[in-house]
Structures are given as structure tokens and as C-alpha cells.
């Protein structure tokens, strides 16, 4: 008996699908795929394969559909589990964009996403950011630090050794990012004018200042003292998070001075407050060379 083909037509079943396509471009390094190694795994014809998707943008446009399908929670973030829930979704990131080959290069390089697969994984994480209070643009903005934060670092993975291990990362990342109250403090007048580094500045501060590298943690701390003044409301409170709880895991002696001294820094521009930087307080004072502690009696002072 003949089968019936995906054409109507009596003879072989279809040998082709999206599903297949995308199947097919997972089974190696698709920063590297190209149009014919595809045709040639799935055993059709370049020409076959064309009716079925314009070009390579395409094929990664169903690989992205497949991808974002892996790796977002089956549940709606809301007010109790949105904490969760992000790191539920960087965490399978990890694993799923780290099993295909390329994948995390390919998503951390400037390219044009797929507005309907990507477009709902940004959604369901703004999602979560409101949920946890930011207002519509600080939820955005979070999401952009965030995605970037993720991929990159995966991209990264294998290549910088001076790369935190991703759970550190991830927690020192979202310690800066999450509980951000947008509105400004009553004594905003006297704060320095809101301006802003940018995202792609900020991500970079995020990194060195979780990297296993001292030197770039420290000279992370020395832009951060330069740069004080160029920092938005937002901008100052993700540093100052990232600063407070980096030196409390700190073991070098000398980046803990550049940390404490940023966090001086930072404070001068009224645009953090204490819960910001609260695990500042688990830094014992007897762990703090003695010519640091005015840095740190300093701050205790000032915000507890």
C-alpha cells in the first residue's frame, strides 16, 4: 500500500518539516551551520531544502523557536515566585544553550532575533521583573542587562578562565538587579542628575566584578570611582548591590580595599540606600585590614 506524502500525493512520506529541519541544525555547531551541510544531514537536495525555509537566518529562526520552547518555565512568573522563576530560566539557559554547539556565541553576537520566540521570552521575563515591582522601562532595562548577562557569559564559557562559575555569577547578577525600587528618594534634589552609562557598560562592570581575575575585579572598582558621576539612580543601586556583596566574598585583601572604597564612592550620590547594599553587613570587621576599616565603619555608620 502506498503512504501518503505531506503533498496529498500518493508515494514516500515528505521527507521534510520544520521539526526535522530544526532537529537536524541541533545535531552540530550551528555558529558554523551553513545550507548545504543541512541539506546533506537531512539527505534532500540544497534546492529541496530552500522550499521549506528562505535561508540560514530561517533555519535559526526554528532553532530559536525550539530553544526558547526548552528553556522557559511551564509556570507564569508573579509576586511569589518571580525570584525563582528568573533563576529557574537562567539555569536552563545554561544547560540548553551549552548542549548545542555555538548556540550561546551565535545568540551573544549582534544579530536579528526571532521576533515571535524571542519576542515571548522577553516578555515572560519583564514579566517577572514587574512582578518583583520594577515599573515597564526598569523592568526592560533589567531584562536587557539580564539576557545579556546570561548569553554572554555562556558564550564565554570555555574560552575566559577568569569567568565565575555561573552560579556565582547568576547570584551576584540578580542580587544587583532585583528589589529596585524605581522611584527616586525624597532627597533626589540634592543627588547628582540622572545620566547613564549605558547597558553594555554596566554588563561589562558586572562581569569584571565577579570575575576570578583580582586584577579586573579591582580595576573594575577604579572605573566605577572614575566613572561615579555618569551613573543613573538605577545604574548606582545594581553597583552598589554587586560591590556589597562581591566584598563580602572577597579574599583578597587588596581588591576589598577597591571595593569598600568604590561603595564610598557610590554613596556620594544619595542614590542607593541600605537595602541595597544589606549583605554588606555579613563582612566581619576583624576581616578588614586595619587601614581599611574607616571605609567600612564609614558605611555601617551611614546606612545602618
Same mark, same amino acid.
Given at each position: 500500500?502506498?503512504?501518503?506524502?505531506?503533498?496529498?500525493?500518493? /508515494?514516500?512520506?515528505?521527507?521534510?518539516?520544520?521539526?526535522?529541519?530544526?532537529?537536524?541544525?541541533?545535531?552540530?555547531?550551528?555558529?558554523?551551520?551553513?545550507?548545504?551541510?543541512?541539506?546533506?544531514?537531512?539527505?534532500?537536495?540544497?534546492?529541496?531544502?530552500?522550499?521549506?525555509?528562505?535561508?540560514?537566518?530561517?533555519?535559526?529562526?526554528?532553532?530559536? /523557536?525550539?530553544?526558547?520552547?526548552?528553556?522557559?518555565?511551564?509556570?507564569?512568573?508573579?509576586?511569589?515566585?518571580?525570584?525563582?522563576?528568573?533563576?529557574?530560566?537562567?539555569?536552563?539557559?545554561?544547560?540548553?544553550?551549552?548542549?548545542?554547539?555555538?548556540?550561546?556565541?551565535?545568540?551573544?553576537?549582534?544579530?536579528?532575533?526571532?521576533?515571535?520566540?524571542?519576542?515571548?521570552?522577553?516578555?515572560?521575563?519583564?514579566?517577572?521583573?514587574?512582578?518583583?515591582?520594577?515599573?515597564?522601562?526598569?523592568?526592560?532595562?533589567?531584562?536587557?542587562?539580564?539576557?545579556?548577562?546570561?548569553?554572554?557569559?555562556?558564550?564565554?564559557? /570555555?574560552?575566559?578562565?577568569?569567568?565565575?562559575?555561573?552560579?556565582?555569577?547568576?547570584?551576584?547578577?540578580?542580587?544587583?538587579?532585583?528589589?529596585?525600587?524605581?522611584?527616586?528618594?525624597?532627597?533626589?534634589?540634592?543627588?547628582?542628575?540622572?545620566?547613564?552609562?549605558?547597558?553594555?557598560?554596566?554588563?561589562?562592570?558586572?562581569?569584571?566584578?565577579?570575575?576570578?581575575?583580582?586584577?579586573?575585579?579591582?580595576?573594575?572598582?577604579?572605573?566605577?570611582?572614575?566613572?561615579?558621576? +555618569?551613573?543613573?539612580?538605577?545604574?548606582?543601586?545594581?553597583?552598589?548591590?554587586?560591590?556589597?556583596?562581591?566584598?563580602?566574598?572577597?579574599?583578597?585583601?587588596?581588591?576589598?580595599?577597591?571595593?569598600?572604597?568604590?561603595?564610598?564612592?557610590? +554613596?556620594?550620590? /544619595?542614590?542607593?540606600?541600605?537595602?541595597?547594599?544589606?549583605?554588606?553587613?555579613?563582612?566581619?570587621?576583624? +576581616?578588614?585590614?586595619?587601614?581599611?576599616?574607616?571605609?567600612?565603619?564609614?558605611?555601617?555608620?551611614?546606612?545602618?
Amino acid at each position: 500500500m502506498n503512504s501518503t506524502g505531506g503533498n496529498g500525493r500518493p /508515494g514516500r512520506p515528505a521527507r521534510l518539516s520544520r521539526e526535522r529541519i530544526a532537529e537536524a541544525a541541533l545535531q552540530g555547531d550551528v555558529a558554523t551551520l551553513t545550507m548545504r551541510e543541512l541539506a546533506t544531514r537531512l539527505g534532500v537536495s540544497h534546492s529541496s531544502l530552500y522550499r521549506w525555509v528562505p535561508d540560514r537566518d530561517g533555519v535559526l529562526d526554528l532553532v530559536s /523557536g525550539v530553544m526558547v520552547e526548552r528553556v522557559l518555565p511551564e509556570d507564569e512568573p508573579d509576586d511569589e515566585n518571580w525570584r525563582d522563576w528568573l533563576t529557574r530560566l537562567a539555569w536552563a539557559m545554561h544547560d540548553e544553550f551549552l548542549a548545542v554547539p555555538g548556540y550561546a556565541a551565535h545568540v551573544a553576537r549582534p544579530h536579528r532575533h526571532h521576533p515571535e520566540s524571542f519576542g515571548r521570552l522577553r516578555g515572560r521575563a519583564v514579566a517577572a521583573f514587574r512582578a518583583g515591582g520594577a515599573d515597564v522601562r526598569q523592568a526592560e532595562e533589567n531584562w536587557t542587562v539580564f539576557g545579556l548577562g546570561v548569553v554572554r557569559w555562556l558564550a564565554a564559557t /570555555g574560552n575566559a578562565p577568569e569567568e565565575p562559575p555561573f552560579g556565582r555569577y547568576l547570584d551576584t547578577l540578580l542580587r544587583g538587579l532585583l528589589d529596585q525600587d524605581p522611584t527616586p528618594p525624597s532627597a533626589a534634589p540634592s543627588a547628582a542628575p540622572s545620566r547613564s552609562i549605558g547597558d553594555e557598560h554596566l554588563l561589562a562592570l558586572t562581569r569584571n566584578l565577579t570575575s576570578e581575575s583580582a586584577k579586573v575585579r579591582e580595576r573594575a572598582c577604579e572605573t566605577i570611582c572614575d566613572w561615579v558621576r +555618569s551613573f543613573d539612580r538605577r545604574e548606582v543601586r545594581t553597583l552598589a548591590s554587586l560591590l556589597a556583596s562581591a566584598a563580602v566574598l572577597e579574599q583578597d585583601e587588596t581588591c576589598l580595599e577597591s571595593e569598600l572604597n568604590a561603595l564610598g564612592e557610590l +554613596s556620594v550620590t /544619595g542614590l542607593f540606600d541600605a537595602a541595597d547594599i544589606a549583605t554588606l553587613r555579613r563582612l566581619p570587621r576583624d +576581616s578588614v585590614r586595619p587601614a581599611d576599616v574607616e571605609h567600612l565603619d564609614n558605611l555601617m555608620e551611614e546606612y545602618f
